[in-house]
């Protein structure tokens, strides 16, 4: 069973303060495109982890593990203790906001992340 997906070429750019548009009869939010660009974007591409460009505001759970230089089951070990905070990405791949992995990053500066 195919399901029909919007094609996110279709959305090019949303009006200023607009967090939403109605496409083919659906609601689409700007924050749920900007997920899934990135996502595509990363999973099509070889970024090196330390050299991602600035528009990238989302990264999947290997890429988010590899930025803060920790396994995959220790960054969901955080999420499940609450340190982390992942977002679903249509009941699928965890992605990591990269402003929650920044600071993450900067509390915990010096110390052994396991």
């Given at each position: 069973m195919k399901k029909n997906y919007l094609d996110l070429d279709q959305i090019n750019n949303f009006p200023k303060g607009v967090r939403s548009v109605y496409i083919n009869g659906k609601r689409v939010k700007k924050e749920?495109?900007?997920?899934?660009?990135?996502?595509?974007?990363f999973s099509s591409s070889n970024?090196?982890?330390?050299?991602?460009?600035?528009?990238?505001?989302?990264?999947?759970?290997?890429?988010?593990?590899?930025?803060?230089?920790?396994?995959?089951?220790?960054?969901?070990r955080y999420h499940l203790n609450g340190?982390?905070?992942?977002?679903?990405?249509?009941?699928?791949?965890?992605?990591?906001?990269?402003?929650?992995?920044?600071?993450?990053?900067?509390e915990n500066k010096g110390k052994l992340l396991s």
């Open positions: 749920d495109i900007e997920i899934e660009r990135s996502f595509l974007e970024y090196d982890v330390s050299n991602i460009p600035e528009h990238v505001n989302y990264l999947p759970r290997k890429q988010a593990a590899q930025y803060l230089g920790i396994s995959e089951s220790t960054l969901t340190r982390l905070k992942w977002i679903t990405r249509r009941n699928r791949t965890p992605i990591y906001q990269r402003e929650t992995l920044d600071k993450f990053k900067e």
